[in-house]
T-cell receptor
Framework: AQSVTQLGSHVSVSEGALVLLRCNYS??????LFWYVQYPNQGLQLLLK??????LVKGINGFEAEFKKSETSFHLTKPSAHMSDAAEYFC????????????FGTGTKLQVIP | DAGVTQSPTHLIKTRGQQVTLRCSPK?????VSWYQQALGQGPQFIFQ???????QRGNFPDRFSGHQFPNYSSELNVNALLLGDSALYLC???????????FGNGTRLTVT
């Protein structure tokens, strides 16, 4: 089964600094990959998705991710962190069977320091 | 346009009891999935309902069961609760199985 590994359970950045959240996938076939964000006491919101079209995917709130097959990576970036970006971020992959059965990583909690 | 709504928001139960959680999908969505999110973990897929039938199931015991009604709303039932069932239970919906999920805010279940 496909899986994703998120490096770093906690990441701290200063406001205005680059955000880089790491995700590596294991898949023998081209995967569909996602990044979701979860704010405290809320459900998950889709940030962006990769479905084998463009390798650089732009999402909401200024985030983007680049699919790199050679590195089996799908890291999430944002040029300038804002206080409102403080949340938990989950990388996810679809297993066979459509968009419903999503396998999530363990999450990275982003702290933004003023 | 209401998104995915779940009730109740919080619930406390005792070991051995049974619990029912409810979910109304986003308008226009006919497919509902349930996920369990333990503290500090990513969500784990429980099962998916479409056309009132369970279509896919994750690695959860039979104590976890569900139902989907003709109006697409859904229930998650858990019998013989264990302490390890304490988690945030998330409902997600989509218009068919080939679209990304929209999540509700979840039901926080505490088993004592």
């Amino acid at each position: 089964a496909q899986s994703v590994t998120q490096l770093g359970s906690h990441v701290s950045v200063s406001e205005g600094a680059l955000v880089l959240l790491r995700c590596n996938y294991s898949s023998s076939v081209p995967p569909y990959l996602f990044w979701y964000v979860q704010y405290p006491n809320q459900g998950l919101q889709l940030l962006l998705k990769y479905t084998s079209a463009a390798t650089l995917v732009k999402g909401i709130n200024g985030f983007e991710a680049e699919f790199k097959k050679s590195e089996t990576s799908f890291h999430l970036t944002k040029p300038s962190a804002h206080m409102s970006d403080a949340a938990e971020y989950f990388c996810a992959v679809i297993n066979s069977g459509g968009y419903q059965k999503v396998t999530f990583g363990t999450g990275t909690k982003l702290q933004v320091i003023p | 346009d209401a998104g995915v709504t779940q009730s109740p928001t919080h619930l406390i139960k005792t070991r051995g009891q049974q619990v029912t959680l409810r979910c109304s999908p986003k308008s226009g969505h006919d497919t509902v999935s349930w996920y369990q999110q333990a503290l500090g973990q990513g969500p784990q897929f429980i099962f998916q309902y479409y056309e009132e039938e369970e279509r896919q199931r994750g690695n959860f015991p039979d104590r976890f069961s569900g139902h989907q009604f003709p109006n697409y709303s859904s229930e998650l039932n858990v019998n013989a609760l264990l302490l390890g069932d304490s988690a945030l239970y998330l409902c997600a919906s989509s218009p068919g199985s080939q679209s990304p999920l929209h999540f509700g805010n979840g039901t926080r279940l505490t088993v004592t």
